[in-house]
């Protein structure tokens, strides 16, 4: 060997050798450093230390330097550990190709770095990444991470440290804390902190063998529980935490009772942890309406993304106009003739076929599209009243039409949109009077702001369109309301309307309303009429107006129209 590479080995600053073969083909270890030999004696490698690679216990790295040395542009690195657990130490082995020499022939520079002290920073850090800084617990991601991991519970809190029973399936429960945020708010965060900390012991004490608890949210927890018998044992899970939140929490002097709703999620084949977590958190939210726990069923997320995917067309087929207006008959009870239209949306998808309103309308009111779909429906229903009045006045002579049109307004659009000023711009660019337009608003519009209600009513009075309330009777308006509200006209739900024929309290009620309404000034419309009976039935009992399919379906613009014109003959 050179002095000059002598030299080298001598100043690296880490364990360095050089390795050549010999004519037979073995390894050598031709020199090395002091560092080198400091190195190896860490792992007690003698056989490498002496230079003899064939009883050397690193195959691989006998292997590699074999090949780099046949070729050199073979790999020329390689990462081991020496030892397990806490004291294992971690290297990574560098090859650089040296000159040949006559002795050894191909040779190499074989550099081994200590890579120990990094590798326990990236443990530290991926431990800290993992792990609640305020309880301690797992997070979200070390959570999954653990369902992932199934039976490897180690990295988690659990009720003991032994590892689950193999032989258990296993469930997860999330946790939501109610009332935390206005707690929060109200006494501060610390008592907010104070609060997470002793929820979550007591939710530690309801851990059995290898169950894990996380902390996954702000104010959600998350567990993993064995199971034997899947969902009973899952949901005695969720009674044994409920117990443990029935005694109050002591805060800053006071006692505040916490109460909390589970999502339960038990596992299903091929479903990773993440999928499995979410799927939980799905129940929560029934859970939150419901007042218990509930357990997810499979589809439910399916179904949810449905909802989202019918959210994305919903929007593309407003900015491309591809919905159209319905028209359904309102018919006068005493005359058979048609008064007026009640106009509903319908969407024909391109792929889906026809989506059900039962379907979109619910999506467009969490969503919010609920305030464009209404604009465009008021907007579409104003023009198509005006061009039926050219048509008739076209064909039949004359000018305006005793005929009107009734949309519904959403309690999203009353609470968010200023519904006077979109009447206002409709009757406007359509050149109707305010009589020509009827508004139908459902109970909850008015109990949600009756304030708000008060004054929407009041400026579409000022605009003289009429004002309906839809649905009246199924949801929780006081009478107050009817003395105090403009309104004109009450519908009688179909729920009602159908059961009179054979049920006393269904008559009894229908017959309520229309005194009601007589007493009141206000006229009355019963949806939902399918037989002639019960139109008759209707009519002596003295309802004004009535609609259904006895009458007829919901109809195209055109269709319309001439549906108005044989009953006017």
């Given at each position: 060997?050179?002095?000059?590479?002598?030299?080298?080995?001598?100043?690296?600053?880490?364990?360095?050798?050089?390795v050549?073969?010999?004519?037979?083909?073995?390894?050598?270890?031709?020199?090395?450093?002091?560092?080198?030999?400091?190195?190896?004696?860490?792992f007690?490698?003698?056989?490498?230390v002496?230079?003899?690679?064939?009883?050397?216990?690193?195959?691989?790295?006998?292997?590699?330097?074999?090949?780099f040395l046949?070729?050199?542009?073979a790999?020329?690195?390689?990462?081991?550990?020496?030892?397990e657990?806490?004291?294992?130490?971690?290297?990574?082995?560098?090859?650089?190709?040296?000159k040949?020499?006559?002795?050894?022939?191909?040779?190499?520079?074989?550099?081994?770095v200590?890579?120990?002290?990094?590798?326990?920073?990236?443990?530290?850090?991926?431990?800290?990444?993992?792990?609640?800084?305020?309880?301690?617990?797992p997070?979200?991601?070390?959570?999954?991470?653990?369902?992932?991991?199934?039976g490897?519970?180690s990295?988690?809190?659990s009720?003991d440290?032994?590892?689950?029973?193999?032989?258990?399936?296993?469930?997860?429960?999330?946790v939501?804390?109610?009332?935390?945020?206005?707690?929060?708010?109200?006494?501060?965060?610390?008592?907010?902190?104070e609060?997470?900390?002793?929820?979550?012991?007591?939710?530690m004490?309801?851990?059995?063998?290898?169950?894990?608890?996380?902390?996954t949210?702000?104010?959600?927890?998350?567990?993993?529980v064995g199971?034997r018998?899947?969902?009973?044992?899952?949901?005695?899970?969720?009674?044994r935490?409920q117990?443990?939140l029935?005694a109050?929490?002591?805060?800053s002097?006071?006692?505040?009772g916490?109460e909390?709703?589970?999502g339960?999620?038990?596992?299903?084949?091929?479903r990773?942890?993440e999928?499995?977590?979410?799927?939980?958190?799905?129940?929560?939210?029934?859970?939150?309406?419901?007042?218990?726990?509930?357990?997810y069923?499979?589809?439910?997320?399916?179904?949810?993304?449905?909802?989202?995917?019918?959210?994305?067309?919903?929007?593309?087929a407003?900015d491309?106009?591809e919905?159209?207006?319905?028209?359904?008959?309102l018919?006068?009870?005493?005359?058979?003739?048609?008064?007026?239209?009640?106009?509903?949306?319908?969407?024909?998808h391109?792929?889906?076929?026809?989506?059900?309103?039962?379907?979109?309308?619910?999506?467009?009111e969490?969503?919010?599209?609920?305030?464009a779909?209404?604009?465009?429906?008021?907007?579409?229903?104003?023009?198509?009243l005006?061009?039926w009045?050219r048509?008739i006045?076209?064909?039949?002579?004359?000018?305006?039409?005793?005929?009107?049109?009734?949309?519904?307004?959403?309690?999203?659009?009353?609470?968010?949109?200023?519904?006077a000023?979109?009447?206002?711009?409709?009757l406007?660019?359509?050149?109707?009077?305010?009589?020509?337009?009827?508004l139908?608003?459902t109970e909850?519009?008015?109990?949600?702001?009756?304030?708000?209600?008060t004054?929407?009513?009041?400026?579409l009075?000022?605009?003289?369109?009429?004002?309906?309330?839809?649905?009246?009777?199924?949801?929780y308006?006081?009478?107050?309301?009817?003395?105090?509200?403009?309104?004109?006209?009450?519908?009688?739900?179909?729920?009602?309307?159908?059961?009179?024929m054979?049920?006393?309290?269904?008559?009894?009620?229908?017959?309520?309303?229309?005194?009601?309404?007589?007493?009141?000034?206000?006229s009355?419309?019963?949806?939902?009429?399918?037989?002639?009976?019960?139109?008759?039935?209707?009519a002596?009992?003295?309802?004004?107006?009535?609609q259904?399919?006895?009458?007829?379906?919901?109809?195209?613009?055109d269709a319309?129209i001439?549906?108005?014109?044989?009953?006017?003959?």
């Amino acid at each position: 060997m050179g002095s000059d590479e002598r030299i080298l080995l001598d100043a690296l600053p880490i364990a360095a050798a050089v390795v050549g073969r010999t004519r037979r083909g073995v390894l050598k270890l031709v020199d090395r450093n002091a560092r080198f030999d400091d190195t190896m004696a860490v792992f007690g490698d003698a056989a490498l230390v002496a230079g003899d690679f064939r009883n050397c216990p690193q195959v691989a790295l006998a292997a590699m330097m074999t090949a780099f040395l046949a070729d050199s542009a073979a790999a020329d690195e390689l990462a081991f550990t020496s030892g397990e657990g806490v004291g294992a130490r971690h290297f990574l082995v560098k090859l650089a190709p040296l000159k040949q020499c006559p002795t050894y022939g191909p040779r190499c520079l074989v550099s081994v770095v200590d890579r120990t002290a990094e590798a326990q920073s990236e443990r530290s850090l991926r431990a800290e990444m993992l792990r609640d800084s305020l309880t301690g617990l797992p997070n979200r991601l070390g959570f999954t991470d653990t369902i992932e991991s199934r039976g490897a519970l180690s990295g988690g809190v659990s009720a003991d440290s032994g590892n689950s029973d193999g032989s258990r399936d296993y469930a997860v429960l999330v946790v939501d804390v109610r009332r935390f945020s206005r707690i929060n708010e109200s006494m501060g965060s610390l008592t907010g902190d104070e609060l997470l900390i002793t929820f979550a012991r007591r939710l530690m004490s309801t851990l059995r063998s290898g169950d894990v608890l996380a902390r996954t949210g702000g104010d959600e927890f998350a567990i993993l529980v064995g199971v034997r018998r899947g969902r009973d044992d899952a949901l005695a899970a969720a009674e044994r935490i409920q117990q443990v939140l029935t005694a109050p929490f002591r805060l800053s002097e006071l006692e505040i009772g916490v109460e909390c709703a589970i999502g339960i999620a038990l596992r299903q084949p091929d479903r990773e942890g993440e999928e499995l977590f979410r799927n939980a958190q799905f129940a929560v939210k029934q859970a939150k309406t419901a007042g218990y726990p509930q357990v997810y069923e499979p589809g439910e997320a399916s179904a949810a993304r449905r909802r989202f995917s019918i959210e994305t067309e919903l929007r593309r087929a407003l900015d491309r106009d591809e919905l159209t207006l319905a028209f359904q008959p309102l018919i006068d009870l005493q005359s058979g003739r048609v008064s007026g239209f009640e106009a509903l949306a319908r969407w024909h998808h391109l792929d889906r076929g026809e989506i059900s309103p039962t379907e979109f309308i619910p999506v467009a009111e969490e969503s919010g599209l609920i305030l464009a779909l209404g604009r465009w429906a008021m907007d579409k229903a104003a023009q198509t009243l005006a061009g039926w009045d050219r048509q008739i006045a076209a064909e039949m002579g004359g000018g305006e039409r005793p005929l009107y049109v009734a949309v519904n307004l959403s309690a999203i659009q009353v609470a968010r949109d200023d519904v006077a000023a979109l009447v206002s711009s409709a009757l406007r660019s359509s050149g109707l009077s305010g009589n020509r337009l009827s508004l139908e608003l459902t109970e909850s519009a008015i109990v949600q702001d009756p304030g708000r209600a008060t004054r929407v009513f009041d400026a579409l009075k000022a605009l003289d369109t009429t004002v309906a309330m839809d649905d009246f009777g199924t949801g929780y308006s006081s009478l107050a309301y009817l003395q105090r509200l403009p309104i004109d006209v009450l519908k009688i739900d179909r729920s009602f309307v159908t059961g009179i024929m054979g049920d006393r309290d269904s008559v009894a009620i229908v017959r309520a309303v229309l005194s009601l309404a007589k007493a009141l000034g206000m006229s009355t419309t019963a949806e939902g009429i399918e037989t002639v009976e019960l139109a008759t039935t209707l009519a002596a009992l003295g309802c004004a107006t009535g609609q259904g399919f006895h009458f007829a379906r919901p109809l195209v613009a055109d269709a319309a129209i001439d549906f108005w014109q044989s009953r006017a003959r």
